[in-house]
């Protein structure tokens, strides 16, 4: 199975930390993810926010998503509408985060996708790829193991153990 | 091929209950699971998606209400009554508001053996790492996951052996190690991997040095960071807990990544410069930057060792403050306010004219306490000065010992405390 994700490019730069994409002070007032998305990024372009759309892909340099392991920075990043972050590498905990909530993360060469750019995601079982529509560039993913993409099919953790439960239950197994 | 483990493979294999390797995908049983009121709200709401009835371990799960300590919002009042709720119901332990940060909690009431699997929805758990467990930092959903099944997925990493070496050079504290060892790693230095530490020089670290250690070890990306079992290891452990702590040794011929060696003989204090903890340079080349707020606290720098050094500077300083500086003390917990109160440092803060807060994080994430003013520079003995993480974004953190804190708060100027009084 491959799933196909075409997007505009949102390009940022390199050690991107949690509170960056989400500031701890304004979980004071909120941790609902459809209000705190007005804030996504603030600290770095308050001007962000407001000029996401559906679809965006998010596009990192080094050591996306460092810092604090509040899953709120995902969820946050999801309900913007992204779908997937490319990055040339991922912090752990949010690689984790991202997938236990179905959140793509692809750790591939970004050094060629500009702001702007629109590219294509082909995440498949054995191979993942990013097409840059520009130059028509195709760079490989690093691959992932087989559970986490189990879990990303389910969309997540939530997904994953809700199948795990009724599978439990069911007659046939 | 040799099977011989380091630590990190060891805790995992006997934790999935099969014979794992770096790189290796298992699923573990977990011996405790942290939550805070910052990531526990969020934990509830995934175990009821989840579909969530009963938590497998009660006696495995603890929460902490140390981010809004106390509630800065009648919002996070909200937080911490959802936690309430559900660690009644659910039995689970629950510590209050003022009873301290869940990191320090977690290694002083013995909740945590050398040879444990600790998950927390936190990423400085690695804190717990310092007694010999293998403590992570996980995300929400991990620890709703790990409530409902007692169970956690993890990549078993590979291992950087960290050799500490030198007989330590003089004002050399724990914090300049391991401000010096992360900006050694680089941001992602240690990223999926776990620290190991080894060396002669380890035995000479008492439990708080490698508690700070262990701590900083996560802005260098580590999954986890492990200090093997000793005899103050043991010492430390001594009353605090009932459970046989299993002493888990590297094999010879284990793997390692790669190895760093730290010689204390050769290291200097240092700084971290804003707006990354990674960016460090030695203090004297700091020197003279003004400082307008100090605080003193934090799962880094908040233990009774930190404020007994930080007041001996004080002291030796004359004990005023500098014109304009505002100091801010917060005990990581309540044992620690206990301890400080009984030996009488507190008193002797207050005389000086800090502002004492309730045990917790305080200052540190802007979540609650002391939020630094427009363009103020604030010298911390916190982990992170990432831009806006005290809840101010034209405010500048700098990151040193409880020392070199102690010393800008009697100057007013980032200063050698070596040179004060």
Redesign the interface.
Known sequence: MTREIVGRARRLGD?I?T??IV???R?????DETVLVRYLLE?LDPEFAASVRPDDILVAG??FG???????A?TVILAAGIRAVVAQ?????FY??AI??GLIPIECDTENIAEGDTVTIRFGDDRIEVENARDGFVVVGRPM?P??HDILKAG???GY??LA?SEMRSPTR | MSNAKTISEKILSQHAGKDASAGD?VVCDVDLVLGTD??A??AID?FE???GERVFHPDRVMFALD??APP??P??AG?HDRVRAFARQHRVELNEVGAGISHQIAVETGRVVTGDLVIG???H?VTAGALGAFAT??????I??AM??GKV?L?VPETIRVEITGQRASGLTAKDIALGLVAELG??GA??QALEFHGEALGTLTVEERLVIANLAVEA?A?AAIVPHDELTAAYLAGRTDRQPVSVEADHGARYARTVTVDLSASTPLVALPH?PDNVVALDRAVGTPIQMVFLGTCTGGRVSDFHAALAVLERGGGRLAPGVQLVVTPASREVYLHLVADGTLAKFGAIGAVITTPGCGAC????GA?PGDGVNVLSTAN?N????M?N?TASIYLASPEACAAAAVTGRITDPASIG
């Open positions: 050690d930390n509170d960056y500031t701890s002070a979980k004071r007032d909120s941790l600290t080094r050591n460092c810092g604090s392991a509040m899953e709120i995902v590498s991922f912090a752990r905990t984790r985060n236990n909530n193991p559970f986490m997540g953790l939530v153990l809700r439960a | 995908v910052a990531s709200p969020m995934y998606r989840m579909n981010h809004y800065s919002s919002k996070t937080f929805a936190d990423s758990t930092g996980v995300g929400s959903s991990d709703a996951a409902i099944t997925w990549r941001p992602e990223n999926y990306g999954k990354a994430c802007g979540t609650s939020i992170r990432f831009n806006a993480r809840g974004a």
